[in-house]
T-cell receptor, first 112, second 113 residues
Framework: GENVEQHPSTLSVQEGDSAVIKCTYS??????FPWYKQELGKRPQLIID?????GEKKDQRIAVTLNKTAKHFSLHITETQPEDSAVYFC???????????FGRGTSLIVHP | NAGVTQTPKFQVLKTGQSMTLQCAQD?????MYWYRQDPGMGLRLIYY???????DKGEVPNGYNVSRLNKREFSLRLESAAPSQTSVYFC????????????FGPGTRLTVL
């Protein structure tokens, strides 16, 4: 089955810095790559996603890049703010299954 | 729309007791899922239901059973709870125009003593 590795497990930055979280996957058939944000005590929520026919997608301060050849994708957050502090999960799924495999999560801490 | 709802929010069981976690969605989604979340382990799939009337095992199904009662409801049952099942359980659904996106419920925090 699919294997998703996510790094780092913890990321500490100063407010205003950029943050980058990376994921690698094993199944070359994977074609959907979402990122979820989970605030403390809350449910995970989708913040951005990318499909395999696109190399990069941006939404204000967040962006996701995908390298299908190398089988990795990354989440970029610019101008971080304290409210960006949360656990971020990458995931991927393939074809018509829509069943995602999640990474283990990255705890992002943004210091004011 | 309430989205995905789960009951109960919290539960404490003794080893060997049984219980059922309830989940319902009002988004007319075909697919529903049960995950468990443990520190440092991410979200691991227990069971899923691709459509009404079907259920399949996920990554960690041992000790659990599920029922897709109708299109809206998907329940998770622990027949004989064990301390290793102490976790936060999330139900999710997907389908419709959003296709792959998972919509999660608020979670159930379960402690097995």
């Amino acid at each position: 089955g699919e294997n998703v590795e996510q790094h780092p497990s913890t990321l500490s930055v100063q407010e205003g810095d950029s943050a980058v979280i990376k994921c690698t996957y094993s199944d070359s058939a994977s074609n959907y790559f979402p990122w979820y944000k989970q605030e403390l005590g809350k449910r995970p929520q989708l913040i951005i996603d990318i499909r395999s026919n696109v190399g990069e997608k941006k939404d204000q301060r967040i962006a996701v890049t995908l390298n299908k050849t190398a089988k990795h994708f990354s989440l970029h957050i610019t101008e971080t703010q304290p409210e960006d502090s949360a656990v971020y999960f990458c995931a991927c799924s393939s074809g018509g299954s829509y069943i995602p495999t999640f990474g283990r999560g990255t705890s992002l801490i943004v210091h004011p | 729309n309430a989205g995905v709802t789960q009951t109960p929010k919290f539960q404490v069981l003794k080893t060997g007791q049984s219980m059922t976690l309830q989940c319902a969605q009002d988004m007319n989604h075909n697919s529903m899922y049960w995950y468990r979340q443990d520190p440092g382990m991410g979200l691991r799939l227990i069971y899923y239901s691709a459509s009404e009337g079907t259920t399949d095992k996920g990554e960690v199904p041992n000790g659990y059973n599920v029922s897709r009662l109708n299109k809206r409801e998907f329940s998770l049952r622990l027949e004989s709870a064990a301390p290793s099942q102490t976790s936060v359980y999330f139900c999710a659904s997907s389908g419709g125009s959003s296709l792959n996106e998972q919509f999660f419920g608020p979670g159930t925090r379960l402690t097995v003593l």
